[in-house]
């Protein structure tokens, strides 16, 4: 079945994140116990995997034609009961606001103030061939020091990136201090890389 054009956007306008950004920190405020948090973000993911999975369902429920009473009233009926009464009142907001195109970035950074709750940092970590596990330990280890935090590394991997790798820390510029600690890092990776096989898979 063919829906009309939606509003889900491929990629996201800072303005965009931003309003993502509002709806996870108010629900995050209204969240005061660590477990009923984390119970909400299993919730919230479980409702974009339910985006994912149901062929248009995310078209109808961004759908501009829908009025926000109808579209409320189709995410009380299809969400009521099943997941608690503040993840409820979140979704109810926000299809109420025609928001639900912004449901996804808001629940990645709902997760990332959960994780800075926990005193967690995302770090984005861009090579040009796939980390090993000892050398994301290594950088593990190396920014947990520098950053006086628990650094959650993601592994990247850009084939343009060459002879070392990029960080990314949220919008934060990285200070000298961490540019000099994770110099031995790249050196040792470039040691590493040599002698391994270049192939199509290294490079993707």
Do not use: C
């Not at 491929?10 to 405020?29: D, H, K, L, N």
């Not at 339910?50 to 961004?62: A, M």
């Not at 009473?69 to 997941?83: A, L, N, S, Y």
């Amino acid at each position: 079945m063919a829906f009309p054009p939606s509003r889900v956007e491929t990629v996201m306008s800072p303005v965009s994140m931003r309003i993502a950004s509002r709806y996870a920190e108010a629900f995050s405020q209204v969240l005061d116990e660590h477990q009923q948090a984390e119970a909400s973000l299993e919730e919230l993911r479980a409702t974009t995997g339910l985006l994912n999975s149901i062929e248009g369902f995310e078209q109808l429920l961004t759908w501009p034609g829908l009025s926000s009473t109808r579209r409320v009233e189709m995410v009380e009926r299809i969400f009521g009961g099943r997941v608690s009464r503040q993840t409820a009142g979140l979704l109810s907001v926000m299809a109420a606001n025609s928001r639900m195109e912004l449901l996804r970035p808001a629940t990645a950074r709902f997760a990332e103030l959960l994780d800075e709750r926990k005193g967690k940092v995302r770090v984005e970590v861009t090579t040009a061939f796939t980390l090993s596990q000892s050398q994301i330990e290594k950088i593990t280890e190396t920014l947990r020091n520098v950053l006086g935090a628990e650094p959650v590394v993601q592994n990247k991997v850009d084939g343009e990136v060459i002879g070392g790798m990029v960080l990314k820390l949220g919008d934060k510029v990285y200070d000298a201090s961490l540019a000099a600690e994770l110099d031995r890092l790249r050196r040792d990776m470039r040691r590493e890389s040599k002698g391994r096989p270049t192939s199509k898979a290294n490079g993707q």
